[in-house]
């Protein structure tokens, strides 16, 4: 299994759509300060069903939508596909290329589809859960973040190691059952 391509239309700074191809192994994305190549990374997170506005820079959902910019008026909605190679199977669904596509539009609504089916959020993350990437993940390592992670004390670096085996969740669960 591996990332075959990502279209990004009117995700913040990408106004006109563009798509970016992977081919097996290492791709690097190189360019000056600001030209969005941390918008492709938080474009990745978002179709692969991320929630929270902080995790993606941004203040509010809202702000993943091209908001305007060189004289180009903003835009009403985002929409970012992300293509996966699944020849190989690892993702429980009979085809052998997978298309995640998220949309989301200023009034707030948002919608998923997997092969162009219309599909719930939790239709894509089950999808995903068992498969190493997604949004529970620790693999998208953001500006910075490795910096804490080296630097961490032996706690924070735990705390690292339990949320990347999916083991933080039923921690959090189980202090809250014990407070009640
Ligand atoms: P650096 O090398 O500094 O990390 P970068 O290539 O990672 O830079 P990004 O953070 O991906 O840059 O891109 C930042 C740019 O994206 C800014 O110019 C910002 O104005 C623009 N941008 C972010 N959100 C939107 C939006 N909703 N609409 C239009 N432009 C946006
Ligand atoms: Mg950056």
């Known amino acids: 299994m591996h990332l075959k391509a990502l279209t990004l239309r009117g995700f913040k700074s990408f106004a006109s759509a563009t798509t970016l191809r992977f081919e097996p192994g290492i791709t690097c994305v190189v360019g ?4 969005g190549k941390s918008n492709v990374v938080d474009a990745l997170s978002w179709v692969m069903g991320e929630q929270g506005a902080k995790s993606l820079r941004g ?5 993943v939508i091209f908001a305007g910019a060189g004289g180009r008026p ?11 190679d699944n020849s190989d199977g690892a993702l429980p669904i009979d085809y052998a290329e997978v298309t995640i596509t998220r949309t989301m539009f200023r009034n707030g609504g948002s919608e998923y589809q997997i092969n162009g089916d219309t599909c719930r959020l939790l239709d894509v993350q089950e999808l995903l859960s068992d498969s190493g990437i997604g949004r529970e993940m620790h693999v998208i390592v953001g500006q910075g973040r490795l910096d804490s992670v080296l630097h961490a004390d ?10 990347a085996a ?3 969740k039923h921690r959090k669960r189980k202090e809250k059952a014990l407070r009640k």
């Open 74 to 84: 903003p835009l009403g909605r985002a929409e970012v596909s992300l293509t996966i």
């Open 154 to 163: 032996p706690m924070g670096r735990r705390a690292f190691i339990e949320e």
């Open 166 to 168: 999916g083991v933080l």
């Open 59 to 63: 203040g509010k959902m809202e702000d």
């Open 32 to 35: 000056p300060n600001g030209s």
